[in-house]
């Protein structure tokens, strides 16, 4: 059985992102003064009194609204709601009850779900309020009344989702999920792809550059695999962001790659790799991630049998450092070569995780040296007495050496070429580290 899914619920601004903050133990959601600043659900794992469930933090509802933003909004927190097992509603108590928090009550008690009230900003320690009374007219039961800000009455709401959760789920470590994380410019088709391959809208789409600003979590398998792909806030250059709330989505990007196993780097195939684009991809490599290249909108490129080949040499030559990654070119849109992903996935995933044992990557250094001689510098040669892998993810070897001075760059990318080549390791960087032993030793 799949862990259980608690929501949080409620209009914009009540605190719902520092409750979620508070409970997870980290600073996953935007927190920030501006209503709507949480447009997306946003995952994460907790655990309470040893039972772990997924809690999902939502866009503010508004009952009535034209705005496109605010209504696709609600229609991401209406499909929160129906995934989850618990509602905690969160309302702010030094507002009292609203219009808008009494029609939200009417569509939660539609749901047949369990619903926890919170009051929030309750944040005088001591004594109940006796705003709280107030209430008690939407019909959902004893109001919470809470502190997310001072911490003040959160483990009772806690213990209240204790005792609404289904049976208890089987443990399961699931070390198989493998994830991904979609990073890559605003507006080039992040969500979209997203969209296509779970079938729901799970990500706000809108032509406004920039919609997604949380990174998001969706849970996928298919026969391929099981994975998670995080859906990110697509990263503008520095000199353009302008606003706090862009910059902590820039962050969030950054922590979503930190996060991922593989990562889905998307280019729009009309507008070709940019400045911002090698930026982005570098941040992919320097974490030493496994890497996609995806070139999306490819159904809107006019082509003959040459030019996929023609574009992929400009992308290579503009990401000369990412020539290891593939390229595959979809459409988001009608759903072209999307299908194509979980495998290749599935295979840079595993080479970026590969490990070789130490008799066969000496064998493999020792040919190298075989076939290419290390430099010599004022008559002094580089010796490698011995190479061993030390971590994964990525491959990364060290290569004890005679004199470090010697080991120039030029050969250290040699090495690295023969590795890869000899163990068709794609997708992955792989790192070498030189280090000096005598031959004595």
Request: aromatic residues 8%; neutral net charge; hydrophobic residues 40%.
């Amino acid at each position: 059985m799949a862990k259980p899914t608690v929501a949080i619920i409620g209009r914009p601004n009540v605190g719902k992102s520092t409750f979620f903050n508070y409970i997870i133990g980290k600073r996953l959601s935007i927190v920030e003064d501006t209503p709507g600043v949480t447009r997306d659900r946003v995952y994460a794992e907790a655990t309470w009194r040893d039972r772990t469930f997924n809690l999902v933090d939502t866009g503010g509802i508004e009952p009535e609204t034209k705005d496109v933003i605010i209504s696709q909004m609600r229609e991401q927190a209406n499909i929160a709601i129906n995934i989850a097992d618990v509602i905690v509603f969160v309302t702010d108590i030094k507002q009292g009850v609203t219009a808008s928090d009494k029609e939200i009550s009417i569509m939660l008690k539609k749901s047949l779900k369990p619903i926890i009230l919170v009051c929030n900003k309750a944040d005088k320690p001591g004594k109940t309020p006796d705003e709280i009374y107030e209430f008690y007219n939407l019909g959902l039961g004893t109001p919470y009344p809470v502190s997310s800000t001072n911490a003040l009455g959160i483990g009772d709401v806690l213990d209240a989702i204790y005792e609404n959760l289904p049976g208890k789920e089987e443990e399961n470590i699931e070390d198989e999920i493998i994830r991904v994380a979609i990073i890559g410019k605003p507006n080039v088709g992040k969500s979209s792809l997203l969209n296509k391959i779970l079938g729901e809208n799970r990500s706000i789409v809108s032509d406004i550059a920039g919609t997604t600003r949380d990174a998001i979590d969706s849970e996928f398998e298919n026969e391929s695999g099981k994975y998670v792909f995080i859906d990110t806030a697509g990263i503008r250059k520095k000199s353009k962001i302008d606003d706090s709330i862009e910059k902590f989505s820039v962050m969030r990007s950054m922590l979503a790659i930190e996060r991922a196993d593989v990562c889905l780097i998307m280019l729009d195939a009309t507008v070709g790799v940019t400045e911002q684009d090698t930026k982005i991809a570098g941040e992919a490599h320097e974490a030493g991630k496994g890497i996609i290249i995806v070139v999306n909108k490819w159904d809107e490129i006019e082509k003959d049998t040459k030019t996929m080949n023609e574009y992929k040499k400009k992308v290579y030559n503009k990401l000369s450092y990412l020539t290891y990654a593939p390229i595959l070119f979809i459409s988001a849109k009608t759903g072209q070569r999307v299908n194509k992903l979980f495998e290749l996935i599935k295979i840079v995933a595993n080479q970026n995780a590969i490990r070789i044992s130490t008799p066969v990557i000496n064998q493999v250094i020792n040919e190298a040296i075989a076939i290419t001689q290390p430099p010599t510098d004022k008559g002094k040669r580089l010796k490698i007495l011995y190479t061993t892998q030390v971590s994964t993810k990525p491959p990364t070897f060290v290569i004890f050496v005679n004199d470090k001075k010697l080991f120039h760059f030029s050969y250290e990318r040699y090495l690295i070429n023969q590795i890869r080549n000899n163990f068709n390791l794609i997708g992955t960087p792989i790192r070498v580290i030189a280090r000096e032993r005598k031959e004595e030793e």
